[in-house]
């Protein structure tokens, strides 16, 4: 009988500052006893768990946490092939090449996927919202990278549960992938309705993601308010690019005071557990790097090239990702580029 419960992961993962914040536990809680709020940087729980109440078996959220594993690995993850690419489509507020927002365009209009949770953003506020988006259009509004943290994967039981979608593309960072992964090996029962429905899973390469506190800090000490703010970059500095067309740059520590807790826990910068992850450091202004990591994204990827929702070309700067990559893993840049071209 598998008996651990959220006590578990209040002792190994909340106690211990790991939570990554990725809301899987959240999204998977059969009896919604977990939830975020403003006072804690990991769940809470309101004790309607099934396990510490009834003594029924469940564990869902044990076993789709990222944070229960020891991340230690030198390597890069499965790698097929490296890319370089740019959407063909027009994607107004792509981060990079607009390369994730068209291979989920393609994948809806070939009917391969009926769902995806993506990180929007409240344009006034500037705070993201995990959502669930059902077209290509609504996936094209949702474009752009989101620095600012929220649980994406509570949206999964708003798609899964709630709407009863079974083949769904999910959008994350490393953590929120290795979460994903967790759900999709997963043999425990409550999972097996997630496991089953998601079909696509979608890495961002990431350093670092900001609490609220950075727009507070935006505000009082820089004075630019929320409204003013178009979108935000990180390329070894924090960008903040405003509306006006112009953009403040502040050093990294500057913004090290709003860095979640459980970042500094994270060794993964390219999403090793997708099946295809996607960053900006390594390609050429306005495309984006393509990781291809399993012959299912190897298959959603071919069909955007085909499809014309984007070009694919070779010529990815591997040292440029090995240095920032091995620097998250503790490891030196050479050593990092061999795992990288060794498995490209
Ligand atoms: C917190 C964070 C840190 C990053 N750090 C780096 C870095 O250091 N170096 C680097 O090369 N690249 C980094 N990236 C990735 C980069 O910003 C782009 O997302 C990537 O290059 C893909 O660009 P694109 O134009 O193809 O994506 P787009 O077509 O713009 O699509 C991006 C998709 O990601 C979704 N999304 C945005 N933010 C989030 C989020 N927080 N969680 C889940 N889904 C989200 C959007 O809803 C959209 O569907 C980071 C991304 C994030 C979110
Ligand atoms: S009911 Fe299941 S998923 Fe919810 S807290 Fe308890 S063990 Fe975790
Ligand atoms: S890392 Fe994710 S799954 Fe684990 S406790 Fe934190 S929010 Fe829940
Ligand atoms: S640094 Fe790691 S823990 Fe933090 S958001 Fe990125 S992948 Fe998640």
């Known amino acids: 009988m598998d008996l651990f419960s959220y006590k578990d992961l209040q002792r190994?993962?909340?106690?211990?500052?790991?939570?990554?914040?990725?809301?899987?536990?959240?999204?998977?809680?059969?009896?919604?006893?977990?939830?975020?709020?403003?006072?804690?940087?990991?769940?809470?729980s309101n004790d309607y768990c099934k396990v510490t109440r009834d003594a029924v078996p469940c564990a869902a959220c044990y076993h789709a946490c990222p944070r229960i594993e020891e991340?230690?690995?030198?390597?890069?993850?499965?790698?097929?092939?490296?890319?370089?690419?740019?959407?063909?489509?027009?994607?107004?507020?792509?981060?990079?090449?607009?390369?994730?927002?068209?291979?989920?365009?393609?994948?809806?209009?070939?009917?391969?996927?009926?769902?995806?949770?993506v990180m929007g953003v409240d344009k006034w506020s500037q705070l993201p919202q995990p959502m669930f988006v059902q077209t290509s259009d609504a996936v094209i509004q949702a474009a752009g990278s989101r620095y600012v943290w929220a649980p994406i994967l509570k949206a999964l039981r708003d798609a899964i549960e709630d709407r009863k979608l079974r083949k769904i593309a999910v959008v994350g960072t490393p953590c929120v992938t290795t979460a994903v992964r967790r759900i999709r090996q997963s043999n425990v029962d409550v999972l097996s309705i997630y496991k089953n429905a998601i079909r696509l899973s979608l890495g961002l390469f990431c350093t670092e993601i900001f609490t609220n506190n950075l727009?507070?800090?935006?505000?009082?000490?820089?004075?630019?308010?929320?409204?003013?703010?178009?979108?935000?970059?990180?390329?070894?500095?924090?960008?903040?690019?405003?509306?006006?067309?112009?953009?403040?740059?502040?050093?990294?520590?500057?913004?090290?005071?709003?860095?979640?807790?459980?970042?500094?826990?994270?060794?993964?910068?390219?999403?090793?557990?997708?099946?295809?992850?996607f960053g900006s450091v390594g390609a050429s202004a306005g495309h984006t790097v393509v990781i291809v990591r399993t012959d299912v994204g190897e298959g959603f990827l071919k069909l955007a090239e085909s499809t014309g929702h984007i070009e694919l070309k070779s010529g990815v700067d591997i040292a440029a990702i090995a240095k920032i990559g091995g620097k998250k893993k503790g490891i030196s840049v050479e050593k990092a580029k061999t795992a990288l071209t060794e498995r490209a």
Do not use: M
């Open 71 to 117: 991340t230690c690995s030198d390597g890069f993850g499965d790698i097929i092939s490296i890319f370089e690419s740019k959407s063909k489509v027009p994607v107004l507020e792509a981060q990079s090449g607009g390369v994730v927002t068209s291979v989920l365009a393609a994948a809806f209009e070939s009917n391969l996927i009926d769902g995806a949770i």
């Open 12 to 44: 190994e993962v909340w106690d211990t500052e790991k939570c990554c914040g990725c809301g899987a536990c959240v999204g998977v809680c059969p009896t919604e006893a977990l939830y975020f709020n403003e006072e804690t940087d990991h769940p809470k």
């Open 215 to 277: 727009l507070d800090d935006l505000r009082t000490t820089h004075g630019i308010k929320p409204w003013e703010i178009s979108g935000f970059d990180v390329k070894g500095k924090l960008i903040v690019k405003l509306r006006n067309q112009t953009r403040l740059e502040l050093p990294l520590k500057d913004a090290g005071a709003s860095k979640r807790r459980g970042c500094e826990h994270c060794v993964d910068f390219t999403s090793e557990d997708a099946d295809l992850s």
